[in-house]
């Protein structure tokens, strides 16, 4: 299993072209699931578990993997499936994955294969199944539908993050000039958008929410073709970068690349930690890079850019 996530530069060359790569696995049916390689920091067979006393059953217990103790979690019944049985977990294995500065591993029954495909392939579920649900993308292969979990909804349900944002830095004087600015927030994971939202609204600050980045696209195109000045219209758009049918990459390389809105401040961010971001976030034009979630860091971004604006 330690050399199915080993060709890391071809991937990284990969970024920035609506591009990416799944780790395909399974739990307890046929059913495929897939996670960005990009969030996988290793996958192994699943060693000896320590038991912790726990309120959920999710957390089957922590592994100590390469001198660090983690948390393991049953993706199977985080899901609402039934739980691998204790006497079973050696045979299955462990991703180790990194969200929202969070290390972690999701015990799955099999490790497939590493699929590369194109964003754009990868297309939003249907809305007729609602929103009760921790699905956030699907994906036809080989005549099969695969799934895409919504871990960052499974891990807002386990670790819930407050979107209180802090008195001192939400001051009063900012709260009314932030009453007089829109920004646009981009995401697929509903949990993100509900995060962002109540967090910049709690501030003053309106808020156009889009799906995903080809949502975002067609949003801000239409303003522009009415003769809207978007860089002015919103005071910011801030965009996650994994997203169905179009990326924050694309989507920032696609504004910059218009006239009509080249200008619009806009800020990254996502779950993925690491340089790797800062780096491309230059490469494709954005103006920043945010590491989700923490209300405090985004509303110091949201107060550096109305204090920036105000100066001109």
Same mark, same amino acid.
């Given at each position: ?50 038991? =912790? ?42 991703? =180790? ?186 490469? =494709? ?23 920036? =604006?105000?100066?001109?």
């Amino acid at each position: 299993m330690s050399g199915i996530l080993d060709s890391v530069n071809l991937r990284t060359q990969m970024v920035g072209q609506n591009r990416l790569e799944l780790l395909l696995f399974g739990l307890e049916t046929d059913q495929r699931y897939g996670i960005n390689v990009f969030k996988v920091r290793e996958v192994l067979q699943c060693p000896s578990l320590t038991e =912790v006393p726990r309120k959920t059953t999710v957390i089957k217990g922590m592994a100590h993997i390469r001198g660090e103790t983690i948390p393991v979690l049953d993706l199977s019944e985080a899901i609402g499936r039934p739980p691998i049985p204790e006497s079973e977990e050696r045979t299955c294995f462990l991703i =180790v994955a990194e969200y929202n500065k969070r290390t972690l591993a999701f015990l799955v029954r099999r490790v497939d294969r590493i699929l590369n495909t194109n964003w754009d392939q990868i297309m939003a579920p249907p809305a007729e199944i609602g929103s009760d649900n921790y699905l956030t993308a699907v994906f036809e292969y080989e005549g099969k539908l695969i799934e895409i979990i919504d871990v960052e909804q499974i891990l807002a349900d386990i670790y819930p993050a407050s979107t209180i944002v802090s008195d001192d830095i939400a001051t009063k004087e900012v709260r009314t000039q932030a009453e007089q600015h829109r920004v646009l927030i981009c995401d697929d994971s509903q949990v993100a958008r509900t995060q962002m939202i109540r967090s910049l609204e709690s501030m003053g600050l309106k808020v156009t929410v889009a799906n995903n980045g080809r949502e975002a696209w067609n949003l801000l195109k239409d303003l522009a073709e009415r003769d809207v000045d978007v860089a002015t219209h919103f005071l910011m758009l801030i965009s996650d970068l994994e997203m169905p049918e179009m990326d924050g990459y694309t989507l920032t390389s696609m504004i910059r690349s218009d006239t009509r809105m080249d200008k619009m401040h806009v800020i990254l961010h996502s779950s993925l930690s690491g340089g790797f971001n800062v780096s491309m976030v230059k490469k =494709v034009g954005a103006d920043g890079f945010l590491a989700k979630f923490n209300p405090d860091d985004l509303a110091k971004v949201v107060v550096k850019r109305i204090n920036a =604006v105000n100066q001109r």
